[in-house]
């Protein structure tokens, strides 16, 4: 089964920064890797799918890169808003799988 | 709008049996794979089952194979899991999920998903 690794696990930043996710799998998903922002008491919300395509609604600071093994979700200026975790997941054939997330935190 | 709203949850016995729906709205159900994944409050997400569109494929994940079945009723915008067999690992925050598949196995991404239901497994 593919293994999803996210870094950090916990990532502190004020608002205004840039913050930088990695995901990295076992292996190669090519570029079927999606990103999701789930906050307290809500569901996932995708944002980013194969690996740098925003989705419908998702503000322009929100981008991601990388294909293979090695993926990367970058916000561009931290807003309050953002703050919350983060999952990735890929979808190169079952089962899929998510990653542990990174949670975003205000410093 | 796409709106996706599960029931059936509750308190369970180990051993025990439930059936969860999703009732869909603001899409054409019949067209597109439907998935439930589960969260246990505080941890990571975990993919369990996959429907296809009209129901000619499903896959479930090892953790519940030969115990949960999914299914739908196109007709009623309606996707069901049936879990059998209960165990108090299996006590979790249900989410249904519409699929945007990949490929013709469904593997995809999810783009719209449910509030979530509470199962709890305890005696």
């Known amino acids: 089964e593919m293994v999803m690794t996210q870094s950090p696990a916990t990532l502190s930043l004020s608002p205004g920064e840039r913050a930088t996710l990695s995901c990295r799998t076992s292996q190669s998903v090519n570029w079927y890797l999606a990103w999701y922002q789930q906050k307290p008491g809500q569901a996932p919300r995708l944002l980013i799918y194969?690996?740098?395509t925003r989705a419908t609604g998702v503000p322009a600071r929100f981008s991601g890169s990388g294909s293979g093994t090695e993926f990367t979700l970058t916000i561009s200026s931290l807003q309050s808003e953002d703050f919350a975790v983060y999952y990735c997941q890929h979808y190169n054939g079952w089962p899929v799988t998510f990653g542990g997330g990174t949670r975003l935190e205000i410093k | 709008e796409v709106q996706l709203v599960e029931s059936g949850g509750g308190l369970v016995q180990p051993g025990g049996s439930l059936r969860l729906s999703c009732a869909a709205s603001?899409?054409?159900?019949?067209?597109?794979?439907m998935v439930w994944v589960r969260q246990v409050p505080g941890k990571g997400l975990e993919w369990v089952s996959v429907i296809g569109d009209n129901g000619d494929f499903t896959s479930h994940a090892d953790a519940v194979k030969g115990r949960f079945t999914i299914s739908r009723d196109n007709s009623r915008n309606t996707l069901f899991l049936q879990m059998n067999g209960l165990r108090a690992e299996d006590t979790a925050l249900y989410f249904c999920?519409?699929?945007?598949?990949?490929?013709?196995?469904?593997?995809?991404?999810?783009?719209?998903w449910g509030q979530g239901i509470l199962v709890t497994v305890s005696s």
């Open positions: 999920a519409k699929a945007s598949p990949r490929s013709s196995n469904y593997d995809g991404y999810f783009d719209y």
């Open positions: 603001g899409f054409t159900f019949k067209d597109h794979a």
């Open positions: 194969g690996a740098s």
